[in-house]
C-alpha cells in the first residue's frame, strides 16, 4: 500500500485542508496520513478563526509519522509561521523525502491569511525541498512581485519561479477570466492542461485536492506530467458530480468515481 502524508490546516467543514486531503487519498486507494499546521473555524462562507499548532507540537507530530510509516509522497498546504516552515523544510531534508508538493496557500477566498506573510521569500526553505509548486494565479504574481495578465505572463512566470526557486511549477488557471486551464513547467517543458471552467460555484477546496491527487500520482510512481493529468481529471470529475452542501462555496464530491 502506497502512502501519502499530508501537512495541512484542518477546515471543520470537511472542504479544503486536511479533510479534503484525506478525502482525495482515499478516493485514490492509498493510505493517507496528516499533520496539522493549524485549527480554522470556517466553513463554506468563510473563514471566521485560526488557531495555529506550536512548531514544537509540529514537529512531534511529523516525527511520530514519518519514523513510522514512511510517506511515498507529502503535500503541503497552509502554514500559519516562518517557524512551523523551518520544521517541516528540515525533517523533509533530513529524511530525503522528495516526492513532495507545496501548495503556497496564501489566503482563503474570503481573504483571511492562512499562511505566513505571503511573501516570495516566506517559502524560500520550503520550496527548496519541493519536486512541484502548485501557486493559483495571484499567488504566482505575489511570489514574483509582478502582474500575470495572460497566458504568454502565465507561461513566463511558470519559468521565473522555476527558475528562482529551482522546483517544477504548476500555474493553475481557477482564478483567470476564462477557461479553467493550468499550465506545468517542468524545468525543461511547459505544458497546458486545458480545462472547461464548469458553471459551478461549489469549489471550496479545489487548490488543496488538486496538490493532494497529484501527492497521490508521484506516490503510485507516476511521473510529473502523468501525475498532474490524472490529478486534474479527478479534480474535474469531482467538480462535476455537483454536490451542493452549505450556504456558500460549497465542497466536491470526492467519492463520485466509487457511484459510477
Ligand atoms: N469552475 C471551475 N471549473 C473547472 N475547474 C476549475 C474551476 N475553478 C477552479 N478550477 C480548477 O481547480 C484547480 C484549482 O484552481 P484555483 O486557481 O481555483 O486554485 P486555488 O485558488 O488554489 O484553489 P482554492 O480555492 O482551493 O484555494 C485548477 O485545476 C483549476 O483549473
Ligand atoms: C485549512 C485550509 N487550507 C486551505 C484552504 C484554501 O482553500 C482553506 N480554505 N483552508
Same mark, same amino acid.
Given at each position: /500500500? @502506497? ?29 493517507? /496520513? ?12 468563510? =473563514? ?7 512548531a ?6 511529523? +516525527? ?10 507529502v ?6 509561521d516562518?517557524?512551523?516552515?523551518? =520544521?517541516?523544510a ?13 501548495d ?38 505575489r511570489?514574483?512581485g509582478e502582474e500575470i495578465?495572460? @497566458? ?24 483567470a477570466?476564462?477557461?479553467? +486551464?493550468d499550465?506545468?513547467?517542468t ?11 464548469? +458553471? ?20 503510485e ?6 501525475? =498532474? ?18 450556504h456558500?462555496?460549497?465542497?466536491? +464530491? ?5 457511484? @459510477?
Open positions: /500500500m @502506497k502512502t501519502v502524508l499530508t501537512i495541512a490546516g484542518s477546515d471543520c467543514s470537511g472542504g479544503a485542508g486536511i479533510q479534503a486531503d484525506l478525502k482525495t487519498i482515499a478516493a485514490h486507494g492509498l493510505y493517507g /496520513m496528516s499533520v496539522i499546521t493549524a485549527l480554522t473555524a470556517q466553513n463554506t462562507l468563510g =473563514v471566521s478563526d485560526v488557531m495555529p499548532v506550536p514544537a507540537f509540529l514537529k512531534e507530530q511529523l +516525527d511520530s509519522v514519518i519514523s513510522d510509516i514512511r510517506p511515498d509522497a503535500k503541503i498546504g497552509m502554514i500559519p516562518k517557524e512551523q516552515l523551518l =520544521v517541516i528540515a525533517a523533509l531534508k533530513e529524511q530525503k523525502i522528495t516526492q513532495v508538493v507545496v503556497p496557500v496564501m489566503a482563503a477566498t474570503s481573504g483571511r491569511k492562512l499562511s505566513g506573510d505571503a511573501s516570495g521569500d516566506f517559502f524560500l526553505e520550503l520550496f527548496a525541498e519541493a519536486a512541484l509548486i502548485t501557486p493559483n494565479i495571484p499567488e504566482a504574481a511570489l514574483l495578465r495572460d @497566458k504568454k505572463e502565465v507561461e513566463q512566470a511558470a519559468a521565473s519561479l522555476a527558475k528562482k526557486y529551482h522546483t517544477a511549477v504548476l500555474i493553475k488557471g481557477g482564478h477570466d476564462t477557461g479553467a +486551464d499550465y506545468l513547467f524545468g525543461k517543458e511547459g505544458v497546458w492542461f486545458p480545462g472547461t471552467r464548469l +458553471d459551478n460555484t461549489n469549489t471550496h477546496g479545489t487548490g488543496c485536492t488538486l496538490s493532494s491527487a497529484i501527492a497521490c500520482g508521484l506516490a510512481g507516476f511521473l510529473l506530467k502523468e501525475a =498532474v493529468r490524472r490529478a486534474k481529471e479527478y479534480l474535474t470529475g469531482a467538480i462535476a458530480a455537483g454536490l451542493d452542501l452549505g456558500g462555496n460549497g465542497p466536491l +464530491d470526492h467519492m463520485y468515481r466509487l457511484r @459510477k
